[in-house]
């Protein structure tokens, strides 16, 4: 197992839609240097809770990955 520390943060309600982002998903954001992630292979341990990654969004300018942005559920 690997540990990294990130920044957990609520979505806001406009990007919440229920479906795709529900009011109790939550948005990790994670550096990526050094970091190579899928939706399948981090079980994300917050406050004691365990999540699952359901969705990365990579920020990558000029195609270099800087910061993985990750849509965590229950």
Known sequence: S???KGL???YSL????G???QTSDL??????????ISTNDYVILND???WVIKNINTVSPSGINII???QIRK
């Open 14 to 17: 406009k990007e919440v839609d």
């Open 2 to 4: 690997k540990v990294v």
């Open 8 to 10: 957990v943060d609520k």
């Open 19 to 21: 479906s795709i982002i």
């Open 48 to 50: 004691g809770a365990k």
């Open 68 to 70: 993985y942005e990750c």
């Open 27 to 36: 948005k990790l954001l994670l550096s990526a240097t050094g970091l190579t």
